[in-house]
Every structure is written in structure tokens, then in C-alpha cells.
């Protein structure tokens, strides 16, 4: 194993050994405290740009299973067709696995698709730097680059300027279970594979479009607004046809995290930036109005500012944590969003019944 080094825009420096791809990168240096689910979470195209940084001491004990593809042509057990984080980043990498689905070494898989990793960081106290400090840009260094001044901070590196959407959503229109029942268009922000089989395991015809693409026109029964990566704010175009779809037609919304922040765009809403945002599967939300508080899977940097939506429009999900918003409702309108994955995979699944209330409003 190389020695490598973790440089954090600030100066601040955390020393490992690569166990994946031996290549430097740049990314935007995030904290994830869920106990497992790193297949799940690599191919998460929310990541792109990104990494990750575990907190959980032990990865890699049960190695990575197959890279499979169902009849429908979605990867079997992974949430895209690659990794799209920059790095994971962990404690105590195990080269030893074992697990029944298991085909592969979490290693042997990240030096396949050239993504490096790092083991021996103290991850608890990298993520309490992050914690105090927010997010930042870091770069990984490898062995003797750093005397030939690779190690300089991040450069120009810039996570916020990138329109990450638009390099991980897909390219054509594609149809899954054609003629099926109800028609639902799906903008792709960089949708995990498990929101597409909870809406397909629900009868539905579902017509996946890219991110910027004009569905106004189309013949549908609803929308659904996929999960992405990076700031909301870059992704003006899908904002004014989700707008333009809003001011001609009724037909029922449905939005999961950047769908939300899009939601809420589109509804006079702002954006901010969370200090560390929110990647773990044990966050707390609360149904507004009610006393039902769930336990939600979620990775997100930016959330809707509620304070600033319009009259029309009322939260309908709040952190029980830092009280940001978790999701919003139109009062008369079947529009709504939740900014946490109820298709929680990994994590747990007490929010699925979203996906019943937007079948129901077809």
C-alpha cells in the first residue's frame, strides 16, 4: 500500500495508505455515518465530485456483490452502472470479506474503476474538523508527489461551480415498462436505480428524461423529480420547465431530495448551503402537523430555505436535528417533495409509503 495524504483546503493534512486506485484527485471532502452500504453509496450519483468519508470503523467486510442487470436493464444490486464518488476515504480497511452475494473485494472493484481509496485516517477526528469547519475541497497525494509540490492546497478546485447534473444525468429518453398502466415521466438529476424500481414495482410506466429536457408537451399522468449531485441553483433549465409544467396543468409532483430543492425553486423558494450537510441513514424527520417522527436515509449538501416559499406552499417534512426542511406541499395542488430517500437503499425503509401517496394522486 502507498503512502497518500488527505490535504484539506485549509491546510489541515491526514495521512493513510491507499488500498484502491493509486491516482490523485480533487474533490469536495464529505462525511457519511451509516454502518454499511458503501456499494450502494459509491454508485449514488449524488456523489459525484465527492469523498467520502466513512465514519463507521470497519469497510469492506463483506466485499461488493455482482455487477448484475435485471430484465428492466437496471444494475441489480447497485444504485447506477459505476462509481461515481471521486474517493472513499475509511478507518480500517478489511481485506478479508465474506458474504453470500459477494464476487469481489471492495479493492479489486475500486482499482477496476480507478477510484482511489484510503485506510488508516482517523476518520472520527477528520470528520470533526469537517464538522467544525463545514465541507471543504480536498486533493489526495500520493507517495513522493507531495515533494514535487502536487500537495499544494486545491487549486482553483470549485465543488459549487460544476453542474455536476448535467454530467451524470442520462443523455436519451428511455422507457421502462412500456404501456404498462399510468405514465410517469422522470427528470433524471442523477436518479438512484431504486427509485426507478419503486415506481416500476407500482405498476407504472416509467419515461426517464434528461435533466434539461421539455416534457410539457409529452402525454404523462405524472412527474417525478429525481436525486442529483452539487448546487440546485445550477440547474436554471429544469427550474423554468418544471415552472412551465406547473403554470398549464395540475397533474401531480413528486420530488426526492434534489427534486425537492427543484420543487421549491420552482415555488419562489431559495437555496442554501449546509455547513456538513446531511449523509447518514438515522436522521429524525417530523411530518409537520403531526407527531410522526421517521428515521430517514439521506445525502444532501443544500436544502430549501422554507421561509421563503410561497403562500401557496407549506413544509411538509422538518429535520428533528437542525430543523431544516425535509420536504414540501402546494395546499391545493398534488405537489410534493420529500429532501430525504424514502427508496432508502441502503437504509431504512419506513418512508416508502411516498411513493404509495403519488401513485394514489394519478
Not at 435485471?70 to 472513499?88: C, P, Q
Not at 507517495?143 to 448535467?166: F, L, R
Not at 442529483?228 to 395540475?250: E, F
Amino acid at each position: 500500500m502507498k503512502d497518500v495524504t488527505l490535504v484539506l483546503s485549509d491546510g489541515s493534512r491526514f495521512r493513510g495508505k491507499s488500498f484502491g486506485y493509486d491516482a490523485p484527485v480533487v474533490g469536495e471532502v464529505v462525511f457519511n455515518t451509516a454502518m454499511m452500504g458503501y456499494p450502494e453509496s459509491l454508485t449514488d450519483p449524488s456523489y459525484a465530485g465527492q469523498m467520502m468519508v466513512l465514519t463507521y470503523p470497519l469497510v469492506g467486510n463483506y466485499g461488493v456483490p455482482p455487477f448484475t442487470v435485471d430484465s428492466d436493464g437496471i444494475a441489480t444490486f447497485m444504485e447506477s452502472d459505476r462509481i461515481y464518488a471521486a474517493a472513499i476515504i475509511v478507518s480500517n480497511y478489511s481485506e478479508h470479506y465474506s458474504h453470500w452475494n459477494a464476487s469481489e473485494s471492495l479493492a479489486s472493484w475500486l482499482k477496476r474503476e480507478k477510484v482511489p481509496g484510503v485506510t488508516g485516517i482517523d476518520t472520527r477526528q477528520l470528520t470533526k474538523v469537517l464538522r467544525e469547519q463545514g465541507v471543504m475541497m480536498g486533493r489526495l497525494v500520493f507517495d513522493d508527489a507531495e515533494d514535487n509540490g502536487a500537495a499544494s492546497p486545491t487549486e482553483d478546485a470549485d465543488y459549487g461551480s460544476v453542474n455536476w447534473v448535467e454530467r451524470v444525468s442520462c443523455r436519451d429518453v428511455i422507457r421502462y415498462h412500456e404501456g404498462a398502466g399510468k405514465r410517469v415521466v422522470l427528470v433524471d438529476c442523477g436518479v438512484k436505480n431504486n427509485i426507478i424500481r419503486c415506481l416500476l414495482n407500482r405498476g407504472v410506466e416509467v419515461v426517464r428524461v434528461p435533466w434539461n429536457y421539455d416534457y410539457t408537451g409529452m402525454q404523462f399522468d405524472g412527474l417525478f423529480l429525481a436525486n442529483g449531485p452539487g448546487d440546485p441553483d445550477r440547474c436554471v433549465d429544469a427550474v423554468n420547465i418544471l415552472q412551465k409544467q406547473m403554470s398549464q396543468s395540475r397533474k401531480p409532483i413528486c420530488g426526492i431530495c434534489m427534486g425537492n430543492q427543484l420543487l421549491g425553486k420552482a415555488a419562489g423558494a431559495t437555496i442554501y448551503k449546509l455547513k456538513y450537510g446531511h449523509r447518514s441513514h438515522n436522521q429524525p424527520v417530523r411530518e409537520v402537523g403531526t407527531n410522526r417522527c421517521y428515521v430517514t436515509s439521506q445525502n444532501h449538501g443544500y436544502a430549501v430555505d422554507a421561509s421563503t416559499l410561497g403562500s401557496e406552499w407549506r413544509e411538509l417534512f422538518v429535520n428533528m436535528n437542525d430543523q431544516s426542511n425535509e420536504g414540501i406541499r402546494h395546499q391545493t395542488n398534488p405537489w410534493f417533495s420529500s429532501q430525504f430517500h424514502p427508496e432508502a437503499c441502503s437504509g431504512p425503509v419506513d418512508t416508502e409509503f411516498m411513493f404509495d401517496r403519488f401513485i394514489e394522486t394519478l
